[in-house]
């Protein structure tokens, strides 16, 4: 055999891709300029098509929690509370069991659980928002963790869920569930436990979206199974509150006395109420006139 000719018979791989590739360029060097482009445009085409193909067969990733939630808070526009009570609940049941698993095999602090209740409310549109509002607090031997969070859908049409969480040895078991006085918000003060260890705290938030915010409170009891409320008072006029530890002041308006006197050009005073807790809940301890402010 000559030096630098292939045997014809020989089976050489290396001769076989070199006539290929030979084969190739001769090809493409007789189709020209204009064939060359229309070659590299097919080939485009073609794995153009090729790529839309397989992303039409890969699966759609299924919708997690803040967009299931933004969903249904879309069918919440223009209802009033008692008929948005089935989507409500279906948001309720879907966001506490959610929080329920992510909280079971952990020690969360509060700003943990406010994320993870934020994410949750995330995707939704305005005008609906939800509002986590949290505390932990030590009893006995473990730690309360209440979660809670205030679901709204305009200035006036809001729900309060609040889940009682119990967490010991790094596990966060729920407890109760309870709803709180709807068309407000939700705050809380921990108070002084009851003689018998009873765990309690204050639960208190204002309703908007009128001419003056109405303030609505409730003192609840828990002695480890359920909530019992103590004491309540709801719909205050330009109410106003503060709390301790054991003693809690509400002040107010007289709505009918605040029109008369605003229509003659003075200011009514507020009417301030000043309680007590006691074993029974919170005792009326002094009222008094106070200006308005």
Request: charged fraction near 25%; proline fraction near 5%; charge should be neutral.
């Amino acid at each position: 055999m000559e030096k630098g000719r292939l045997n014809p018979n020989s089976s050489c791989k290396f001769g076989e891709a070199t006539g290929k590739v030979t084969f190739q360029r001769d090809a493409l060097r007789n189709l020209g300029p204009a064939g060359v482009l229309a070659v590299l445009l097919a080939v485009a085409i073609a794995l153009g098509m090729g790529t839309a193909e397989a992303r039409k067969k890969e699966s759609k990733p299924k919708p997690g929690l803040p967009d299931h939630v933004s969903s249904l808070g879309k069918k919440l526009y223009g209802l009033d509370i008692e008929d948005a009570k089935t989507i409500t609940d279906e948001i309720q049941k879907l966001v506490v069991g959610h929080l329920s698993t992510w909280i079971a095999d952990r020690s969360p602090n509060i700003v943990e659980v406010r994320h993870e209740l934020e994410q949750a409310f995330s995707k939704l549109e305005y005008p609906a928002v939800g509002t986590p509002s949290i505390f932990i607090a030590p009893w006995k031997d473990v730690k309360l963790i209440g979660a809670g969070y205030t679901l709204g859908w305009s200035n006036i049409w809001r729900i309060n869920v609040l889940v009682i969480y119990e967490n010991q040895n790094g596990r966060t078991r729920e407890i109760t569930t309870t709803s709180f006085v709807p068309r407000t918000d939700m705050h809380y003060a921990v108070m002084d436990p009851l003689p018998n260890g009873d765990f309690r705290f204050l639960a208190y938030g204002w309703r908007l979206g009128m001419s003056h915010a109405r303030l609505s409170a409730v003192l609840y009891s828990f002695d480890g199974n359920t909530l019992e409320s103590q004491w309540k008072v709801e719909n205050l006029f330009d109410g106003k509150l503060t709390a301790s530890n054991n003693t809690v002041v509400v002040s107010s308006v007289d709505e009918d006395e605040y029109i008369r006197q605003t229509q003659q050009g003075r200011l009514p005073s507020r009417h301030e109420t000043t309680y007590k807790l006691t074993p029974e809940g919170l005792q009326l301890e002094s009222a008094r006139e106070v200006p308005f402010r």
